[in-house]
Structures are given as C-alpha cells and as structure tokens.
C-alpha cells in the first residue's frame, strides 16, 4: 500500500509557478478583527514585527484569523537574524519577508533560516503551527520547507548593486523591492518617484526578472498594478491595512458636500 504525497499548505507558490499574479497586504495594525476582513480579499497578508506596534501574541492571534480562507499569513521581521525568524515560523506563519538584503551572504543566511537540516538551521519545535493548519505534527514536517516563503526585499543601493550574486543564492521564493528605503539609502526619502530612485529600482526589477524568481512590490494604483503585472510581477501589496483604511474613508466621502 502506498501513501499519497501530501498537499502543500501553501498555495503561493503553485500561483507563481503559473504566472498568476497574487495580491496582498501589510498588517501594521494590532487587530485580529482587521485580519479577519482583509483575509476575505487577499491571497496573502504580511504581519509587520518589523515597523509596527505589534507583538508576537498578537501576530499569533493574526496568524490564526486567517483561518478558514485561502489567505496565507506571513510574517516581516526587524532584522535578517534566525532567531527572529524561528517563532513566527512555529505559530503558522508560512513565509519570512526579511528585509535589508544587500549581499549573498545576505540571503544565504535568510535562506537556510527557513529550512530545516540538510537544507537549512531551522530548529526544531512548530508547536502551534500544526493547530492552525489542521494537520498532524508529522504531516507539518513533511512539507515545511516547501511551505516556507523565503521572501527577500531589495531597499538599499548596495543590493541593486549586488542584485546579480543576491539572486543567484539558491533558496529565495520571492525578492520584493522596497521603494522607501532604496530612496532613503540614496538621501531621497519620501521621494520614490525621484529619477534616480526609479533608476534604481528599474535595475533591480532587471535583476530580479532575469533571475527567474518571482518578483513583487507595492502598487499604489490600479493602473500602477495593471502595469507591473504586464511586466511580470506576481505578489503585489495593494498597501499597508491603514493606508486601505485612508483609501476607504477617501472613498466614502467622495462626492458628499460638505
């Protein structure tokens, strides 16, 4: 009697294995209700521990609302450290968006931070992450390192710089360009849509492309998004929960007198 191969839990990477592009957001803001919502419209949510208010029981909490839809959870750490990256794995976060990546030894670090030995130094010990996916411990183990998101964001010259070694590093899922700090790694925040600052971020999305990785971003607009999907892109953050929310309230008020 044979046993049928198992189901990945994630299903990011089958979408971008054929080209479809998948849309989702940035959860800066402590709520499991907020989860709740936007995990009816996303194929993904990225928990923010690296910028926001947001502690490890609350991105717990967060992990789990998206139970029950086709939302995969993610997680963003502060720093490109496994220790950082091991917890949010072990609670059912099926990917690691690590930021500040500059250099190969960069992303080889990120990288084995996901998988478990030979591939990798994960440590052993998702406690939680089996009750949020409804599957055995043994199941869960069986496919971690696939499930596992390794997404890498591109914000700093040195990594444009270093684009062509940063993507040749076996392991990255996902390489993301993060356009706030690549302008302000060139003194240029606040401007993302300064020459120079575009420059940049053409010649890591040239890197990125070529490399066959699949690439994402953030597309302030539709006709913005329409474009980077013409161009490839496949994960693309339609924003950050509180921009949506500003977006929203915009909205609503359009077209009252007041």
């Not at 990288?111 to 478990?116: D, I, L, M």
């Not at 006709?223 to 609503?252: C, H, K, T, V």
Request: proline share 7%; with cysteine; glycine share 8%.
């Amino acid at each position: 009697m044979t046993t049928a191969p198992l189901t990945p839990l994630n299903r990011l990477r089958k979408a971008w294995r054929d080209k479809r592009p998948t849309f989702g957001a940035i959860a800066t803001i402590p709520s499991i209700q907020t989860v709740q919502i936007m995990a009816q419209s996303l194929d993904w949510i990225i928990v923010d521990l690296e910028h926001g208010p947001i502690d490890l029981g609350t991105a717990h909490a967060m992990i789990v609302a998206t139970s029950g839809t086709p939302c995969v959870p993610m997680v963003r750490i502060a720093a490109n450290e496994p220790h950082l990256a091991k917890a949010p794995m072990d609670i059912g976060a099926l990917g690691i968006n690590f930021p500040m990546i500059c250099n190969r030894s960069d992303a080889q670090k990120a990288a084995r931070s996901v998988r478990y030995p030979p591939k990798g130094d994960r440590l052993w010990g998702p406690f939680h992450a089996p009750f949020r996916w409804g599957v055995t411990m043994n199941d869960y183990m069986a496919t971690a390192d696939d499930d596992m998101v390794c997404m890498i964001t591109i914000e700093h010259v040195d990594a444009v710089n270093r684009i062509d070694e940063i993507m040749a590093t076996p392991g990255i899922d996902l390489a993301v360009i993060g356009s706030g700090d690549l302008a302000t790694s060139i003194n240029k925040r606040g401007l993302p849509d300064d020459p120079e600052v575009v420059a940049l971020m053409q010649r890591a999305e040239e890197g990125i492309m070529k490399s066959g990785v699949p690439i994402g971003g953030v597309a302030r607009t539709a006709e913005q998004a329409n474009a980077m999907i013409d161009r490839g892109y496949l994960a693309l953050a339609l924003g950050f929960d509180w921009s949506l929310f500003q977006r929203g309230i915009a909205a609503a008020f359009a077209g009252i007198k007041r």
